[in-house]
């Protein structure tokens, strides 16, 4: 941390009624409070909105500037002033953290609990482990098999060969993480599993289509939160940091597809563009979508308890759009958008009574929607036109166009249905509350 300006304050004082906390302690839990915060997948407003009424609770005045890589926080009040940064990557998603990192901030704005208890509260928090490695696995594996039936799998080998591979590339991403902080080194190397994995299935006639095999365990890989944070960001016009979110999710996203692609091809396969899904039940489409929900929560730390409630809503959500597709004949991103709305507008109130972040929360509740398949039968078939070179077929450059514009279309969507709802509510109760007054 650099600290730009010296404290007036004694560290020594203790809040009681009336009272102002001291500034430089103060200024150090906002900092470890919203370090916690920003790493973990909280919404950048919901961070500034909390840390500047902790601030004004304490008796002082803040100004938070949040970018990617930092988080500067200055104080003042009557007597003097403080800044200071604290280096920080908003690069993951733990909604226990999250949840129990604001609790504890509006405990210490009430004042129910002093700064040093919080203080000693923070660092039990940020050294709270992540779910068990069977749970991460396990979830892995059924996530990756719910995907593929939502997408029309229904051979019972299959899908036993997807889950193994995803839970395969679960424990996998776990170890690769003791091995140092490269933020892409886990998707590529699950992908890249997956991929290899994949193409050794079909040279051993496991299965007639690799895809199926390979797509489904790199699908629960796709970082939707920081893509949706991102969005949030560019929507409030924070740009600079919108954009950061927007590339690092890209970026990520560009791995996995690499490494999938380049796991198939070290098998002497590869992934063609073009394809559609089968229709599923409705029976078997809404509960593997409940299965999908569970596992990205397990990814996100979210505990048993709170689970219901984001598979709920998928659920609902997820039957809305089978409806809106098969029985309306509405295209899939229509039926993203309607689904996405669906959550948008359910569990935009309901993160704020779970003080869990939104992007997280809302994001595992659509993660069936994410058109994972679309991009990376478009990175297969990117790799065969550089292969074919001149020679390549115009219908083989047709079917890229057609997956790239699918998956933007659904993107949008997504993006569309979850961001409105999220910047719109508030407005919309802020509005219904001054026409009271």
């Keep these: 941390m650099d600290s730009n300006v010296k404290d ?11 009272q102002s906390l001291p500034l430089a302690a103060t200024l150090d839990f906002i900092l470890q409070a919203g370090k916690l915060l920003f790493a973990n997948g909280q919404t950048t407003e919901k961070i500034v909105v909390a840390l500047t009424e902790l601030a004004t609770a304490s008796g002082f005045k803040a100004t938070l500037f949040v970018e990617w890589g930092a988080l500067r926080v200055h104080l003042q009040d009557g007597f ?23 609790e504890l901030i509006q ?6 609990k002093d700064l040093a208890a919080a203080r000693s509260a923070l660092q039990r928090i940020s050294a709270c482990p992540p779910v068990s490695l069977m749970r991460f696995a396990l979830l892995a594996a059924a996530g990756a098999a719910a995907l593929g039936v939502i997408f029309g799998v229904d051979h019972p080998v299959t899908l036993i060969l997807i889950a193994l591979i995803a839970g395969a590339g679960a424990c996998l991403r776990r170890w690769l993480a003791t091995l140092g902080h490269n933020l892409f080194i886990q ?3 699950a992908a890249l599993s997956a991929g290899i994995a994949g193409a050794i299935a079909v040279r051993l006639n496991l299965s007639s289509d690799q895809s199926l095999i390979a797509v489904f365990p790199c699908m629960i890989l796709v970082p939707g939160p920081h893509f949706l944070n991102g969005a949030l960001d560019l929507a409030r016009a924070r740009i600079p940091l919108g954009i950061s979110r927007t590339v690092y999710a890209t970026v990520v996203t560009l791995t996995i597809s690499t490494g999938l692609v380049l796991g198939l091809a070290f098998g002497g396969a590869g992934l063609s563009p073009g394809g559609t899904s089968a229709v599923v039940p409705l029976g078997y489409d809404v509960l593997a979508a409940g299965v999908a929900v569970a596992a990205y ?3 996100f730390n979210m505990s048993w308890s709170r689970l219901p409630i984001p598979i709920a809503v998928g659920m609902f959500a997820h039957g809305c759009r089978w409806s809106a597709i098969t029985l309306a004949g509405v295209n899939p991103a229509t039926g993203a958008l309607i689904a996405c709305l669906i959550v948008g507008i359910i569990m935009t109130p309901v993160a704020d009574r779970l003080r869990s972040p939104f992007a997280g929360i809302a994001f595992a509740s659509v993660v069936s929607l994410i058109p994972g398949s679309y991009l990376f039968r478009m990175a297969g078939g990117m790799a065969s036109l550089l292969a074919a070179g001149t020679k390549a077929s115009p219908e083989l450059f047709f079917q890229v166009m057609s997956d790239a514009t699918g998956a933007i279309l659904i993107v949008v969507a997504m993006t569309f249905g979850l961001v409105v709802p999220k910047i719109g509510w508030p407005m919309v109760f802020r509005k219904k509350d001054t026409e009271a007054a």
Aim: charged share 15%.
């Design 107 to 112: 405990q210490v704005g009430e004042a129910t």
């Design 297 to 299: 929560g397990t990814f």
């Design 187 to 189: 998707p590529f190397g």
């Design 8 to 18: 007036n304050h004694s560290l020594g004082a203790v809040r009681g009624p009336g």
């Design 80 to 102: 003097g002033s403080h800044s200071e940064t604290i280096s920080v990557e908003p690069a993951g998603v733990d909604m226990t953290k999250v949840r129990t990192t604001m």
